[in-house]
């Protein structure tokens, strides 16, 4: 699957591995589509999933549409140019950003934002996570080339 199929904006699950117990947590958050890298970002300020991705940048995410499972590497976006840019396509792709009292300075400067770079379905499954709530999977895994 290409990722430029997906919509430029929409909600998906993550599964990360935590940093400190190494057991797997899944969060559901909005992802934005900008230059045809996948994107999670969100208000300013601290986030769990965000600081697991540091300690273990191996994830699985759960899309809703089409339904399947994803294997990536988050690579957290530091460069603040880089921020910029995609904190004002987010903004323009989903205007629940923008209506939140923050300024493009506050999540230029202190939103989570990380790349997820799709990896081959041999990848680290440690923390896929499963798709169904009853321990199995709905979908296979598979690229997002």
Do not use: F, K
């Not at 797997?24 to 230059?35: Q, S």
């Not at 995410?61 to 957290?76: G, K, N």
């Not at 629940?96 to 202190?110: I, N």
């Not at 379905?121 to 499963?130: L, T």
């Amino acid at each position: 699957m290409d990722v430029r199929e997906l919509p430029p904006t929409g909600t998906c699950e993550v599964s990360t591995q935590g940093r400190r117990t190494s057991a797997t947590r899944r969060v559901e958050i909005w992802y934005v589509v900008v230059d045809g890298r996948l994107v999670l970002t969100g208000t300013p300020g601290p986030r769990h999933w965000l600081a697991n991705l540091r300690a273990h940048p191996h994830a699985w995410i759960h899309l809703r549409s089409p339904v399947t499972d994803v294997a990536v590497l988050a690579e957290e976006v530091t460069d603040p140019q880089e921020r910029r840019r995609i904190v004002e396509s987010a903004w323009r792709l989903q205007p629940w950003y923008a209506e939140q009292p923050y300024s493009v300075e506050d999540w230029v400067q202190r939103s989570p934002m990380v790349v997820l770079v799709p990896v081959p379905p041999e990848g680290d499954r440690s923390a896929r996570g499963s798709s169904s709530g009853d321990g199995t999977s709905q979908a296979g895994s598979t690229s997002l080339a």
